[in-house]
């Protein structure tokens, strides 16, 4: 009986229901004593340095802002271009089947006829002509595959940016903590 409606002399036992931090007094740190001015002065040392900090994450948001959307316009692009290409050959090769069958048949004709000979001679040119486009579609075909990977490589860079901003902001939140503890 004589334990009831009684209070623990103890309020830090493992039995109570305190939540949080200890109380100052009880941490066994001594109050630290520093200048005014000091603190002053370390307080606009650490204010210009987190307006730097601020500034400098401002700009690489905007550069990878900026790099962002010029990857979506060169992805675009190359989605676009990735789309007629098909078409282009699909065209070119229905042409070449085309100018390659009438040259045959040309060609039998010519067998029967001699002044067919000169409309043969022509569609050959223009079968080279067209061999010629396939390599020059060819030669930009190859040039699209380097600019992919150019873009995959930046997509990349851009990663270790983000990665890099990412470190930073943690860095700025680890500031930010200390100069409230520091403050308050």
Same mark, same amino acid.
């Given at each position: 009986?004589?334990?009831?409606?009684?209070?623990?002399?103890?309020?830090?036992?493992?039995?109570?229901?305190?939540?949080?931090?200890?109380?100052?007094?009880?941490?066994?740190?001594?109050?630290?004593?520093?200048?005014?001015?000091?603190?002053?002065?370390?307080?606009?040392?650490?204010?210009?340095?987190?307006?730097?900090?601020?500034?400098?994450? $401002?700009?690489?948001? &905007?550069?990878?802002?900026? #790099?962002?959307? /010029? *990857?979506? @316009? +060169?992805?675009?692009?190359?989605?676009?271009?990735?789309?007629?290409?098909?078409?282009?050959?699909?065209?070119?090769?229905?042409?070449? $089947?085309?100018?390659? &069958?009438?040259?045959?048949? #040309?060609?039998? /004709? *010519?067998? @029967? +006829?001699?002044?067919?000979?000169?409309?043969?001679?022509?569609?050959?040119?223009?079968?080279?002509?067209?061999?010629?486009?396939?390599?020059?579609?060819?030669?930009?075909?190859?040039?699209?595959?380097?600019?992919?990977?150019?873009?995959?490589?930046?997509?990349?860079?851009?990663?270790?940016?983000?990665?890099?901003?990412?470190?930073?902001?943690?860095?700025?939140?680890?500031?930010?903590?200390?100069?409230?503890?520091?403050?308050?």
């Amino acid at each position: 009986m004589a334990a009831r409606n009684h209070i623990s002399r103890h309020p830090d036992s493992a039995r109570g229901f305190r939540d949080g931090p200890r109380p100052v007094l009880t941490r066994g740190l001594a109050p630290m004593h520093f200048h005014p001015m000091t603190l002053e002065e370390e307080i606009e040392i650490q204010r210009r340095e987190m307006h730097r900090i601020i500034s400098e994450n $401002r700009h690489a948001i &905007d550069d990878n802002t900026h #790099l962002q959307r /010029e *990857l979506t @316009a +060169s992805k675009d692009e190359i989605h676009r271009l990735g789309q007629i290409i098909p078409k282009l050959r699909a065209d070119k090769e229905a042409h070449t $089947r085309e100018l390659f &069958d009438r040259g045959l048949k #040309l060609e039998v /004709e *010519l067998r @029967a +006829s001699e002044p067919v000979r000169a409309e043969v001679v022509q569609l050959r040119a223009e079968v080279q002509k067209l061999n010629s486009s396939r390599q020059e579609l060819t030669t930009q075909i190859k040039g699209l595959t380097k600019d992919v990977n150019r873009l995959e490589a930046e997509n990349k860079q851009l990663i270790a940016m983000r990665a890099d901003i990412d470190g930073i902001r943690s860095e700025l939140v680890e500031a930010r903590f200390e100069i409230r503890y520091f403050l308050g």
